[in-house]
């Protein structure tokens, strides 16, 4: 069975860069079937997806974080990251990672259980 | 960026009921729409993909139809577990978008 694993900080300071970590077990990172993805959703508000990533290297990014966030793979940890910098408290929000298919129906089909972060001083 | 308007925003109902929940997209997406419900302090978890189709292991009281610019969840009949925030999401171009949710709650 699928299994997606977040980790962060929980607290990052306004301006300093948030970086997450997604450890994916019971399957492969490398599979040429699917993305692997960070969504976010602020404290009472909808989901906002962030990025995805392929193993081959495309990647794909939500304008709204403005060129501030990098996505990237370590085959070698089963792990997807995410670096988001400079951020100020509309960062504050919980961190998804989840799978997506290659193909334009593309549902988000497992998820993590979710990464807290706040940004405050 | 396609915007994904769900009404209601909230919806009383009893076990038993028969509930719906619209999704309207800013443009017309194909069936390119999946729909997810979100328990307090868990993940979303995926229900129907491509408009009209079952995730595997989700029961069949839950339906969806539509297509272009206008989307439907059907809850045949509503069971204690059903009970929670629904979201639809557009998969018809980037960046992927998701409606505003839609809570329903027992009355």
Redesign the interface.
Known sequence: QLQLQESGPGLVKPSETLSLTCTVSGGSITSASYYWAWIRQPPGK????IASFHYTGTT?Y???VKNRAIISVDRSKSQVSLKLSSVTATDTAVY?CAR?EVG??????Y????SLVTVSS | DIQMTQSPSSLSASVGDRATITCRASQSISNYVNWYHQKPGKAPKLLIYAASTLQSGVPSRFSGSGSGTGFTLTISSLQPEDFATYYCQQSYSSPHTFGQGTKLEIK
């Not at chain 1, 909808?46 to 997806?49: A, I, M, N, Q, R």
């Not at chain 1, 334009?104 to 089909?109: E, K």
């Open positions: 909808t989901l906002e997806w794909f939500n304008p709204s998804y997506h334009a129906t593309s549902p988000f089909d998820w993590g259980q979710g």
